[in-house]
């Protein structure tokens, strides 16, 4: 047992043994593990270190190579601007060598033009010499010396007058004078005239001939310095005023470019102390601020130069006076000053000749301009009865053309087309001395809006405000009228009586639109109420318009009226015009005054958008019109569209306008004619031209894959255009006219849409829908795909959107269920809403520029006019009868476009509780 015990301890002893020796391998192979890992962690740190420096070593370089870059790119932009000023002064230099070649020109002009006189009155005076000398028979020769005196003295009257018409040559004139009276002496010699109480007095006469001869060369010659004297005067005077009206030109360029100046020195002001960090921009900025100054330079350079030319013609001019007339004509005998006085009165009635034929072709081209107008005025109307024709066999579209023209009041309007194009016709070329302020108001306007003047001066005669009293007034004090640099006497009786023809047409309130004639239904009988011998018709000097009568069903039109309403329709009566108004009763204690209305349309106006010089309109007649503001004309008409006008923006940094019809935008260049240069699509194609140039009838349905455009916006930068089409608005960009993204989310159409920038100069599109909603997208700098909104605003409207506005932080959203919404962009909450702001739907909305105030419009026709920081009511006016589809303001006036065809012109009056101007 005890062995047994024995052996037992050692047994346990050696397992003992064994499991801690193998435990202890255990941890010796961990620990070699662990060793290995050391190692090859220490051999990666050492790998990752040398990478490390590597990296920091290129990036070393890199910075290196970008300054070396960005120095290289400041002396290329250095050495840019040193070539650019070089260019510059080059084409300055070569402006004034122009000049001074153009100057030389004319004045060799003008002499070869003398020279040319000089010649033909040379060949003219030796044509006359020769038929004096031309042999006679004897019985002609007996007849000459029965009356030698009468011969002598019409020899000598002719030569006198004939000579005294040449300029060079007088050797040769001389001899052949001297031939001539050695022939009439030889003659004398063998036929002896009678004696007169003793004398021979064709004798004496003929002794005195080369008194004469030096008499008539002595005039010629003071004519000659005369008249070369009035050349250089005409022609130095032309110089001075082309070059004042350059230097007045460059003078108001350089105003407008320090403007800039000052305006972009401001704004770089303003950058740096916002966002110092904007090197780029800042950048951009100081090289525009650099080129202006180099323009500005530029035209310093030019002005100084206009200086020293003027000063240097006035030197001469100078001299020219030292040279005085007086010394000449005081030196001139009688007959010598008869002789002067002769060949002013010939060139005075050459000129006058040639003024009378520019004035004829004038007369003419302008005649041949009314009779194209009327031309395509009669095409319209035949094409509009030839409509009338298919639709006799197709009831639902006459009863649409029917509804439509009694709608338009087209049957009254055929009747007084008619009756003004036959009056105005007859007497196209008999109207050019008129005295409207149309003729004398605008000189210095463009050519085109100048022929509109011109013809809806002569075709509608003159406006409103002009009373007898002060037409009579202004033509007993006018001398003169000037048209296109030629003048017409008034006091001559054929241009009085042009003017008194012109002053006796009716005016203009008399042909408003939608007005009847009463019971008179013949036109001649019309006619013969505007004869020239009828007393002038005086007229309310006030600017309030006659009440129209009702109007006449178009079954009660004349037959004759209703035929010659086609073929005689004026085409001044086709141009828009902008009318005063006066003011209506109770209007004093309304927020809005309506000064002026817009009217050419022809069916309601949809939309209108407006600068402070130019007003541009959309409308249901399938057209867009463009209005000066400044001259209170129709410019344009841009026509062609498949169906209605809905939007139609104007974008000031390119000169293009974009209008929407359909599924269609077509872009205008209205600086090359008013042409149709694109056309976009909803889908995103691109057509060059006018795609829908072939489409003469109205598009009742879009084309496949092509959904209706409701309405278009620009970006504040005018780099991209935003199209509400569907349930999406699909992105432009204007720089390639390429689609770059979409903006989702809605899941109505989209009905109204508005643009603004955000402080990191990022566009914020804000968008309605028929869905209820009002959705935000805030675009960044790379804009493509499809883009979801940032936020949607809540709660929703009741109805679907019709109208957003945005100023500042503040946006305001109008819908169709009559009540208006204050929303916060920032805080992105709505702040105040007003229910039932409006008694229908709400459909256009802009702010008052300059004052803290809302301008609202209704389908009722109502505006009403709100206080935007605590949204309460200022006041409302009537505005049209009809809904009120449109609002657009600029600095001075607020536009309303309506159904009713008008536009009205509003300016807001001065109320103790509207806020601050």
């Known amino acids: 047992t005890m062995e047994c015990y024995t052996e037992e301890k050692a047994n346990k002893i050696k397992a003992d043994y064994e499991k801690r020796l193998r435990e202890m391998n255990r941890d010796l192979q961990k620990l070699q593990a662990a060793q290995k890992e050391h190692a090859r962690l220490l051999k990666n740190q050492s790998r990752y270190e040398r990478e490390l420096k590597k990296l920091q070593a290129e990036v070393a370089e890199m910075k290196k190579a970008k300054v070396a870059l960005m120095k290289q790119m400041r002396e290329e932009q250095q050495r840019r601007r040193l070539v650019e000023t070089k260019r510059n002064r080059e084409i300055a230099q070569l402006k004034k060598e122009q000049r001074r070649q153009e100057f030389q020109i004319r004045a060799l002009e003008s002499q070869k033009r003398q020279q040319e006189m000089v010649l033909r009155r040379k060949t003219q005076e030796v044509s006359a010499l020769r038929r004096l000398a031309k042999p006679m028979s004897e019985r002609v020769a007996g007849r000459a010396g029965l009356k030698p005196a009468m011969l002598d003295s019409g020899a000598e009257v002719s030569a006198s007058t004939t000579s005294s018409e040449a300029e060079s040559g007088a050797r040769s004139v001389s001899s052949i004078v001297r031939q001539w009276n050695r022939k009439i002496n030889h003659f004398l010699g063998d036929h002896p005239a009678p004696t007169v109480n003793g004398t021979r007095p064709a004798r004496k006469k003929f002794q005195k001939k080369g008194a004469s001869q030096s008499f008539s060369k002595a005039a010629r010659l003071k004519w000659q310095s005369l008249e070369r004297r009035i ?62 100054a180099a323009n500005i330079d530029y035209i310093n350079d030019s002005i100084t130069d206009c200086q020293a030319t003027i000063v240097q013609l006035e030197e001469t001019k100078e001299e020219l006076d030292s040279t005085d007339t007086s010394v000449v004509i005081s030196s001139c005998s009688l007959a010598e000053a008869r002789l002067l006085l002769d060949n002013f009165l010939k060139a005075s009635i050459d000129k006058g000749l040639q003024v009378a034929q520019k004035e004829a072709q004038i007369r003419l081209l302008e005649g041949r301009l009314r009779q194209t107008d009327m031309a395509g005025s009669s095409q319209n109307h035949l094409l509009l009865d030839a409509l009338r024709e298919k639709a006799e066999a197709h009831p639902e579209l006459q009863a649409l053309i029917y509804n439509v023209q009694q709608e338009n009041g087209y049957a009254s ?132 318009p006659p009440s129209s009568p009702p109007t006449r069903p178009r079954n009660d039109r004349n037959v004759f009226s209703r035929l010659t309403s086609n073929q005689s329709q004026g085409s001044a009566l086709d141009k828009g015009i902008i009318s005063p108004v006066g003011g209506a009763k109770g209007a004093r204690t309304a927020p809005l005054q309506c000064v002026s209305m817009a009217e050419g349309h022809t069916k309601p106006i949809l939309c209108l958008d407006a600068t402070d010089e130019l007003l541009f309109t959309g409308s249901k007649d399938r057209s867009c019109k463009m209005w ?33 019809s359909t599924s269609y935008i077509k872009v205008w260049d209205i600086r090359d ?134 100023q500042g932080d503040i946006l305001f959203s109008g819908s169709r269920d009559n009540g208006i919404k204050k929303w916060d962009l920032d805080q992105q909450e709505l702040i105040q809403q007003i229910p039932n702001a409006h008694k229908d739907w709400v459909c256009a909305l802009a702010f008052v520029p300059g004052r803290p105030m809302l301008l609202s419009a209704c389908r009722a026709g109502v505006i009403k006019v709100w206080n935007v920081d605590n949204f309460t009511p200022i006041g409302e006016i009537k505005g049209h009868d009809s809904p009120i589809n449109a609002i657009c303001t600029n600095a001075k006036h607020i536009f309303t476009a309506s159904s009713d065809l008008t536009v009205k012109f509003w300016s807001v009056r001065r109320l103790p509780h509207s806020g601050p101007p």
């Open 231 to 292: 050349i250089d005067i005409v022609m130095q005077r032309m110089t001075i005023v082309n070059l004042e009206a350059d230097m007045e030109r460059l003078i108001k360029k350089r105003e407008e470019l320090f403007l800039l100046q000052e305006a972009l020195r401001r704004k770089r002001e303003r950058l740096q102390a916002e966002s110092p960090e904007e090197e780029k921009g800042l950048q951009e900025l100081a090289e525009e601020i650099e080129v202006l």
């Open 628 to 660: 000066n503001l400044v001259t209170g004309q129709e410019i344009a008409a841009l026509k062609g569209h498949p169906n209605n006008v809905v939007s139609i923006k104007y974008c000031s940094h390119s000169g293009l306008v974009f209008s929407v």
């Open 673 to 806: 004619s008013a042409k149709c240069i694109r056309t976009l699509t909803s889908s995103g194609q691109v057509i060059s031209g006018d795609a829908c140039a072939a489409t003469s009838t109205r598009a009742i349905t879009s084309a496949q894959g092509e959904h209706q455009i409701n309405q278009i916006a620009l970006s504040p930068s005018g780099t991209m255009l935003y199209a509400a089409s569907g349930n999406a608005v699909r992105i432009w960009e204007l720089s390639r006219f390429q689609p770059i993204g979409k903006l989702t989310g809605h899941i109505g159409p989209v009905m109204c849409l508005t643009v603004t920038q955000t402080a990191s100069q990022h566009d914020l599109v804000v968008t309605g829908s028929k869905d209820h909603y009002v959705k935000m997208f805030e675009l960044g700098d790379c804009v493509t795909g499809t883009i979801g909104p940032t936020h949607n605003f809540e709660p929703p409207h009741y109805d679907g959107i019709e109208c957003l506005s945005i």
């Open 413 to 544: 309007t055929d009747e007084e087309i008619s009756e003004f194009s036959e009056g105005s016709f007859s007497q196209s070329f008999t109207m050019k001395g008129s005295t409207s302020h149309d003729d004398f108001k605008f000189k210095g306007e463009p050519k085109l809006s100048a022929q509109m003047k011109a013809v809806s001066a002569e075709c509608l005669g003159p406006p409103l405000d002009i009373s007898t009293k002060n037409i009579t007034k202004s033509l007993a004090s006018l001398v003169e009228i000037k048209e296109d640099g030629v003048g017409f006497s008034i006091r001559d009786p054929y241009y009085r009586d042009k003017v008194s023809r012109t002053v006796s047409l009716p005016t203009r309130g008399s042909t408003f639109p939608r007005q009847s004639r009463g019971t008179e239904t013949s036109p001649l009988t019309r006619r013969k109420s505007y004869d020239r011998g009828q007393p002038i018709r005086s007229t309310d000097v006030g600017f309030t």
